[in-house]
């Protein structure tokens, strides 16, 4: 199945009104530093505190009457599994998420508080698609897949959407990399808003799978990638998300986790809000100069903001 800019306006109608229409923020000190125009899209400051709570009300509000009944059943690393369990709540469908025993603990709590059960699994020794895949034959449940699924990466869309209805043409539009629905769906938006913006991912340096793939032409799959930025510990793209990005976005980079634990104290100091590690991908590389941007107008998508606080405290000390 072949994903195109209509997918994205269709899925902006479904989650209007459910979904927060999250700020645009700019600062004077980035542009100072960048020499370009950034405009930040906050999704810090979306519903669950990430953008993907976009992708799942998306799935999850065309269900089927018989699939409602059945629930949800998906396999998560944070974001996913809260904004699942929220948009199930919402729904009223019964949301089972497999999360890793070495989750965020602030993701697991709020995981658990909107109603949805929780399994855990060693992210190192086994298989969380497979265990996903089971339960759902097991209980006829349906699984959404946190970033491999048309619905999802078409929900996840309408965060660029939105940036471009609210500031018009970019020459560059930044986005965070883990899986690729957000990427995907950013390119799709792109592709029919601003077909002249290059869309480029932006993923940790340790775990640069989306470079590689994109460079191979196939998808690329490396072991758990050791990063902060735990919303980008994925070990390979999804199918339907490498089909859009080959198709839709010019390059993939990469930047250091040094720079991200920068970033994040730029946007406490000089923008007042919280970021989390993986939400600083593309602020990182256009303010350490990853991807050339000066004279441009920049598009800068801030994935999320739920971080554990001694976390943060241990990298706003580094
Ligand atoms: C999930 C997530 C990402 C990566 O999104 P993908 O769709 O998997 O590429 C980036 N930032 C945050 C905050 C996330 O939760």
Request: with cysteine; charged share 20%.
């Amino acid at each position: 199945m072949s994903l195109h800019f209509d997918d994205i306006r269709q899925a902006a109608a479904r989650i209007a009104g459910h979904a927060h229409r999250t700020p645009v923020l700019t600062s004077r000190t980035a542009n100072t530093v960048t020499g370009a125009e950034l405009f930040f899209k906050c999704e810090n400051f979306q519903r669950v505190g990430a953008f993907k709570f976009r992708g799942a009300y998306n799935a999850l509000s065309r269900f089927t009457p018989e699939q409602r009944k059945a629930g949800v059943v998906t396999y998560s690393s944070g974001n996913h599994a809260q904004a699942t369990a929220l948009a199930a709540q919402l729904l009223g469908i019964p949301a089972t998420i497999v999360m890793p025993h070495d989750a965020p603990q602030t993701k697991v709590t709020a995981t658990k508080d909107y109603g949805a059960q929780v399994l855990g699994y060693d992210r190192y020794t086994e298989d969380r698609e497979a265990i996903g895949r089971e339960l759902a034959q097991a209980r006829g449940m349906t699984l959404i897949q946190p970033y491999d699924h048309p619905d999802v990466i078409c929900g996840q869309g309408t965060a660029a959407l939105e940036l471009f209805e609210e500031v018009g043409q970019l020459d560059v539009l930044l986005v965070c990399l883990g899986g690729g629905g957000l990427l995907a769906g950013s390119a799709l938006a792109a592709s029919g808003m601003a077909p002249q913006c290059d869309v480029i991912g932006v993923e940790p340096e340790a775990g640069d799978d989306g470079r590689q793939s994109l460079r191979a032409g196939r998808i690329v799959h490396i072991p758990v990638p050791d990063t902060i930025a735990d919303g980008a510990k994925v070990t390979h793209i999804g199918e339907h998300n490498f089909a859009v990005i080959r198709q839709h976005v010019k390059d993939i980079i990469t930047v250091s986790d040094a720079q991200l634990a920068d970033t994040m104290r730029f946007f406490a100091s000089r923008m007042k809000m919280v970021v989390e590690p993986t939400g600083c991908l593309g602020a990182a590389a256009a303010l350490h100069g990853a991807y050339p941007v000066k004279g441009k107008r920049v598009g800068v998508i801030v994935s999320g903001g739920n971080v554990d606080l001694p976390v943060m405290a241990q990298l706003f000390a580094g």
